[in-house]
């Protein structure tokens, strides 16, 4: 069958251009914002030296990896599908780095062989669960173990450090000086986010990645060819995934096969806090983008508080589940107001 991504008449899937953005805006995604003003300012009044420049800029730099795997998951999580892997490409990025740096490859040469790695490892997974049709659960716990032995195979437990200083400068120098807040290399996010937001609100492209969350069949027969839709989002993610690792490289100056080890849950929270349904069809990327902000401050007030990690973790867990649970308690509610307002209608009928 013929298919194509361009048409956006074919496909059915309710308001168009910029419509879901906006109603999120006004919904879930500024609740979030609030919820983050909130948890600053909480930081802010309560935490000693928290609103700090040096402070607020090891916070970005900390949740950057972060923000920049959940650009791609979200539209993947969106389709319907989640990609477990992306803490295991990012170690694998990292440890290439490493060793070809310390076999003699400069800097740009090793991050862009790491980068192209990560490229191959989300056409893996792109392939295996399009191509040939696996589970993209199963498919991605299976490479989150494969490439994660691949980094540990290759480095085992060293680390390799001793990375040159001015690239280490690229990922720490911020904007202004040091007395602002704002990494520079927060730019390229910054691109990145509104590149992606642009896609998914905004083009045939993102009403076609809501089409497939929605129902997959039926965004087939509308016209929109779902197969190599999904495979492109994988190596978008394996792409950002590569990225990310070079940058946690340089930032901490060390190569391990550790490296981010069970980040990916993380990604998936923020992502899910952010308002994305895990069923896929529903979420945008606004909404995720705040709440890693608001995860990233929360933890830093928590850890500025002497409060353990393990009660973060809870924390984190718990801040996870209500935003799963409270948006059905209130679909629920509304429910429940809806039927005893009708009630009085259709015993007037009668």
Do not use: C
């Not at 642009?198 to 197969?227: C, K, M, Q, W």
């Amino acid at each position: 069958m013929s298919t194509t991504l361009d048409a956006p008449r074919t496909i059915p899937v309710g308001p168009t251009r910029g419509t879901r953005l906006k109603r999120a805006l006004l919904g879930r995604d500024a609740a979030i914002v609030v919820l983050l003003v909130v948890v600053y300012l909480i930081g802010y009044t309560t935490v000693p030296y928290f609103a700090g420049p040096t402070t607020i800029a090891f916070l970005l730099l900390d949740v950057l990896p972060i923000l920049l795997i959940a650009l791609p998951m979200t539209l993947i999580i969106i389709t319907g599908e989640i990609d477990l892997s992306v803490a295991s490409t990012l170690g694998l990025s990292s440890v290439l780095v490493g060793v070809l740096f310390q076999a003699g490859w400069s800097i740009p040469a090793a991050a862009a062989v790491a980068v192209v790695v990560g490229i191959a490892a989300g056409a893996l997974n792109g392939f295996l669960i399009t191509t040939v049709g696996l589970p993209s659960l199963a498919v991605t716990v299976g490479t989150l173990a494969l490439y994660r032995g691949i980094a540990v195979g290759l480095l085992g437990t060293n680390a390799i450090t001793g990375f040159p200083p001015e690239w280490q400068a690229v990922v720490t120098t911020r904007l202004g000086g040091d007395n602002s807040p704002f990494p520079a290399i927060l730019l390229l996010f910054v691109v990145l986010a509104a590149l992606f937001i642009v896609v998914l609100h905004f083009t045939p492209v993102g009403r076609a990645i809501y089409a497939a969350g929605l129902n997959d069949e039926a965004a087939a027969f509308s016209g929109v060819d779902t197969g190599r839709l999904t495979f492109w989002l994988y190596v978008a993610s394996g792409l950002l995934s590569a990225v990310a690792g070079v940058l946690w490289t340089l930032q901490y100056n060390s190569a391990r096969g550790d490296n981010a080890l069970g980040l990916e849950l993380s990604v998936v929270a923020a992502v899910l806090v952010g308002g994305v349904s895990i069923f896929g069809g529903r979420g945008a990327l606004p909404g995720v983008i705040a709440a890693v902000l608001t995860i990233g401050v929360l933890r830093s007030v928590l850890r500025l508080a002497n409060v353990t990690d393990d009660v973060i973790n809870v924390v984190t867990g718990a801040l996870l589940i209500a935003s799963v649970l409270l948006p059905r308690l209130f679909a629920g509610l509304g429910a429940l107001r809806h039927r005893a307002a009708s009630r009085p209608r259709r015993a007037a009928h009668s």
